[in-house]
């Protein structure tokens, strides 16, 4: 009945393997949770929720260098920031001089 020439299976596998082409996400995603090609569960997924899943798992392979979370202690802003009273801050506003700002 079926063979390998059959031209509805060639047209098939064809379309399978462009789409595993077009959308490699979606085939990590599929081999990661052992899910078949175009089953219930597959028709019902998303490829946005695949994505973060993808980047999630990408993001997580990177160690982290003696990575301990401190809150309120980000280090983005300490290294640069320098703290300032009132009377410091306002003086730094009256130097600023606009007209450096004008378009010309």
Known sequence: ????ENSD???LRRFIVLW???FPIDRWWRQRHNV??????HR???LIDMYWE???EKLSAVPEKNF????GSGDYLTEKAVAL???SLIDAFKNVDLSSLDDK
Do not use: L
């Open 1 to 4: 009945m079926f063979n390998e």
């Open 9 to 11: 299976i060639v047209s």
């Open 20 to 22: 595993n082409n077009r």
């Open 36 to 41: 078949a090609f175009n089953s219930p569960v």
């Open 44 to 46: 019902e997924s998303c």
């Open 54 to 56: 993808y980047v999630e």
């Open 68 to 71: 301990e979370y401190i809150p």
């Open 85 to 87: 009273d009132r009377q």
